[in-house]
């Protein structure tokens, strides 16, 4: 046997041993996966619970005589409706499950009306007069589907609503009895649906208000850790390591302001179920889903500003560590207090409180008076060295490198227009050849930029975000007005874990009309 073969044979043991290996270890690891993800939130046991329950109570339908002798084979719509319609939030099953009910009811008695008219005629007309209908009902229907109303709020039901017509529609010329078809599929899609929503309302509900409420929680204080871990790595003894841009999706503080920007469908779908649901509060204030989305694109804004806060930690151009130290404790005071007051507005949404406006307000003032007390004490570091030359450093580096070009040898013929366009546009590229990476590096030495510069665009985000905040705090007092949140009292404090992660949003998938 050659040693090639001898080789192959090896490599290919090796990888069935381990192979083998993994295939042992998969049961456990697939174990520590689900354990892992009922503790991370309970609720999903629950519901898997709540689901099973539901489908072997419509299936009593099917395993019952009595029940079955009533409802007949049109049972396995009851079976099809718990499987589309029972969704995590009781807000999600309550617009689909009416959704679903009013557009079959709908489509059966508009079905039934022109079965009714067909009948009188002959069998040719009912033909005709059935695919005119089908027609005319599945273009407008389809048609009225872009409205941005009907298709944010009913789309559901209307899309159910075609369905149901066709199918009664259509099968009224072959079947006798149309009306028992139309009452047995009405019958069991109401037993589901009622099912459904009976199980979401009263067995361990799960609101979508409650989670839209949480999450913009979890989103203000995945602002304030991202903000405070900025800070506190800008001004760290240890110099920065060349981190790159594409491996910030394992920085804790790209996942923290994430959350946020990646926020905005997820509240909408949240607000709109929560409009669907009653009002099961102590005090039955009518849920504000409008003011939270409102609240959630405030601090996607306020988010893009610590999107560019977390860019000053990847910048090429940075400023010494000595330099940085001089403004540490101001600009360190400086976020500690915007992160306070985001804490303070996290827990009074959490609380269903009023903001305390000391808090807001003076600890603010004080913390920017210090910031740019501190900048004024040192005014030439921003000026940067006295160098009348730097503008004819530059000059002359430039037209150093277009007689560098002029000079190059041409082997092409002037006198061919073809050839004069290659030698321009070869021109083209060696000059972008020549000046990116020159330029890029050379010239902006040559310039002799302050040392403060970039420290200087990162102080002015760093207030930027103190302006955005107003901004925050205007719509969460309006948000505390609306929900008829309680009046803050001295006593009052505020108790929050930074360190938990944000819980996980759990939407209705996209599923089929059946």
């Known amino acids: ?19 083998m290996e993994k295939m042992k270890t998969y049961p456990g690891y697939i174990c520590q996966k689900i354990w892992k993800m009922g503790r991370d939130d309970p609720r999903r046991l629950i519901h898997a619970f709540k689901v099973g329950l539901s489908l072997t109570l419509v299936s009593l339908l099917y395993l019952m005589e ?26 999600a099953t309550i617009c689909k499950g009416l959704n679903r009910g009013f557009g079959t009811l709908l489509a059966a008695v508009l079905a039934f009306l022109f079965e009714f008219i067909a009948r009188e005629y002959g069998k040719v007309f009912r033909a005709v007069f059935i695919g005119a209908s089908v027609f005319l009902i599945g273009a407008s229907t389809t048609f009225l589907r872009f409205f941005p109303k009907i298709k944010k709020n009913y789309d559901y039901g209307v899309l159910i609503f075609l369905l149901t017509f066709n199918l009664i529609t259509v099968s009224s010329y072959r079947v006798d009895d149309i ?26 509900p799960n609101w979508s208000g409650e989670d839209l409420h949480n999450s913009t929680v979890s ?6 850790k991202a903000i405070e871990d900025c800070v506190n790595k800008y001004f760290t003894d240890e110099e920065e390591s060349d981190t790159e841009i594409d491996n910030t999706t394992d920085d804790r503080i790209y996942k923290n302001y994430k ?26 204030h009518k849920f504000p889903c409008q003011q939270y989305v409102k ?35 101001p600009c360190i005071r400086l976020s500690s207090e915007v992160t306070t007051a985001l804490m303070e507005l996290a827990g009074s949404i959490r609380n269903r409180r009023h903001c305390s406006p000391e808090t807001l307000t003076e600890h603010l003032q004080q913390a920017l008076q210090n910031l740019n007390t501190a900048l004024k004490s040192q005014p030439r570091l921003f000026l940067g060295p006295n160098s009348p030359n730097n503008t004819s450093k530059m000059l002359a580096f430039v037209a150093a490198t277009a007689r560098q070009r002029e000079h190059q040898p041409s082997n092409l013929k002037p006198d061919s227009p073809t050839a004069f ?46 302006a955005r905040l107003d901004l925050v705090i205007d719509e969460v007092e309006e948000l505390g007005r609306v929900a008829c949140f309680k ?8 108790v929050v874990d930074v360190e938990r992660q944000t819980p996980e949003i759990n939407l209705p998938s996209s599923t089929g009309a059946e």
């Open 219 to 224: 989103k203000i204080e995945g602002l304030a």
């Open 179 to 204: 009306l028992k078809l139309a009452r047995g599929r009405m019958y069991t899609i109401a037993i589901g649906s009622g099912v459904c929503i009976l199980m979401s309302l009263f067995i361990f």
């Open 421 to 466: 366009d290659r030698k321009l546009k070869s021109g083209t590229e060696a000059e972008k050849r020549v000046l990116r990476p020159t330029l890029s590096k050379l010239t902006i030495t040559s310039l002799e930029f302050s040392e403060a510069l970039p420290f200087a665009a990162f102080v002015a985000l760093l207030v930027e975000l103190v």
């Open 487 to 494: 009046e803050f009292k001295h006593g009052d404090q505020v």
């Open 259 to 284: 959350a946020v920007l990646d926020s905005k469908s997820t509240d909408e779908t949240l607000a709109l179920h929560a409009s669907w649901e009653p009002r099961h509060s102590m005090h039955c």
């Open 66 to 91: 009595p029940l079955f002798k009533g409802v007949g084979q049109n049972a396995i719509w009851a079976v099809m409706t718990v499987v589309v319609v029972l969704e995590f939030t009781a807000g």
């Open 295 to 329: 609240l959630g694109g405030v601090l996607r804004h306020f988010g893009y500003g610590v999107v560019a806060l977390h860019g000053c930690l990847q910048t090429e151009i940075r400023t010494p560590r000595s330099v940085r130290l001089l403004f540490k404790d």
């Open 1 to 19: 046997m050659r040693l090639t073969d001898t080789m192959i044979i090896t490599n290919h043991s090796k990888k069935t041993q381990i192979s």
